[in-house]
């Protein structure tokens, strides 16, 4: 049984930062390409940002320049950096593969308020 688990949101400032961290159990990242995807309420899930296998980044424009993923095939983490946070990207963020998904964490709320 796969068991994604989200870590590393908070309350910050609008400007303020923060690091995602996702880790599985029971499965391995290194061979899938992996992604960000956030909920804000009353709103559909969305995807943020995406990472090939081998690295490659891509990025909602909305977040483009702010935001930074990455992989640790040996810790099995995929992470998020998040800068220059603004009041939208108030969300609850999630991990998972770019397609057949695993089933989802229960996330991480990442809430941007003055």
């Known amino acids: 049984q796969v068991q994604l688990v989200e870590s590393g949101g908070g309350l910050v400032q609008p400007g303020g930062s923060l690091t995602l961290s996702c880790t599985a159990s029971?499965?391995?990242?290194?061979?899938?390409?992996m992604a960000w995807y956030r909920q804000a309420q009353d709103d559909e899930r969305e995807l943020v940002a995406t990472?090939?296998?081998?690295?490659?980044?891509y990025y909602k424009n909305a977040v483009k320049g702010r935001f930074t993923i990455s992989r640790d095939n040996a810790k099995n983490t995929v992470t998020l950096q998040k800068n220059s946070l603004q009041p939208a990207d108030t969300a609850v963020y999630y991990c998972?593969?770019?397609?057949?998904?695993?089933?989802w964490g229960q996330g991480t709320q990442v809430t941007v308020s003055s």
């Open positions: 029971g499965t391995s990242f290194s061979g899938w390409p």
């Open positions: 990472i090939t296998v081998g690295s490659t980044p």
């Open positions: 998972n593969k770019v397609s057949n998904l695993w089933p």
